[in-house]
């Protein structure tokens, strides 16, 4: 099983739609958890850290399921500068961070 | 600040060639990152340092990669010799360190070997 898991998409969503993305991890170790953001031939950079207790950041909530292991991160009224690629990201207590390949977003007019 | 820069943009080389990729982390960060991308394998970390001193380097493919940080301002990434399978987005980040999540990327060395 691979550390973490992502489904790519492309999820195609008009604008103001909901989308959800979920990802799954095979290492019950890990402890930190996090969504990063990369647009198309950028850099990635971090958008928001995952709680326990879930977390909320304007149209973005994210969430962690310890039990089945995934993290969730839900996009409200989706607009098109939302169109990027979500990269799903944790790590161990004194490790590096730990990248999955990411999920396409594009949010169309 | 200037942010984590990194050179060349963009590399084109031949096979067997020795190439290097330069890297200046944001002044008063820890810890530096390789990073490496291609669609098949998404990012990978290849190695990283905390206060210029090598963690882990157990995702530097083979021997032909090697990594340096002589001080707290600069650090390379040399390939030698290159092969085509080489060819992907290069990436160094920094980071205050402590285990803070938060990764600053540069904007990455497009490596092409022919």
């Known amino acids: 099983r691979k550390e973490v898991e992502q489904d790519p998409g492309p999820f195609n969503v008009p604008e103001g739609a909901t989308v959800a993305f979920n990802c799954t991890y095979s290492?019950?170790?890990?402890?930190?958890f996090f969504w990063y953001r990369q647009d198309c031939r950028k850099e990635p950079k971090l958008l928001m850290s995952?709680?326990?207790s879930g977390n909320e950041d304007g149209r973005f909530t994210a969430q962690l399921n310890r039990a089945s292991q995934y993290i969730s991160l839900l996009i409200r009224d989706s607009k098109l500068s939302d169109s990027a690629t979500y990269l799903c990201?944790?790590?161990?207590?004194?490790?590096?961070?730990?990248f999955g390949k990411g999920t396409t977003l594009s949010v169309s007019s | 600040d200037a942010g984590v820069i990194q050179s060349p943009r963009h590399e084109v080389t031949e096979m067997g060639q020795e190439v290097t990729l330069r890297c200046k982390p944001i002044?008063?960060?820890?810890?530096l990152f390789w990073y490496r991308q291609t669609m098949m394998r998404g990012l990978e970390l290849l190695i990283y340092?905390?206060?210029?001193?090598?963690?882990?380097d157990s995702g530097m493919p083979e021997d032909r990669f090697s990594a340096k940080m002589p001080n707290a301002s600069f650090s390379t990434l040399k390939i030698q010799p290159s092969e085509p399978r080489d060819s992907a987005v290069y990436f160094c980040?920094?980071?205050?360190?402590?285990?803070?999540?938060?990764?600053?990327f540069g904007s990455g060395t497009q490596l092409s070997v022919l």
């Open positions: 340092f905390n206060n210029n001193v090598p963690i882990d």
């Open positions: 990201v944790f790590n161990q207590a004194g490790t590096a961070l730990i």
């Open positions: 290492n019950s170790a890990s402890q930190s």
């Open positions: 995952v709680y326990s």
């Open positions: 002044s008063g960060h820890n810890s």
């Open positions: 980040a920094s980071s205050l360190g402590g285990g803070t999540p938060k990764l600053f």
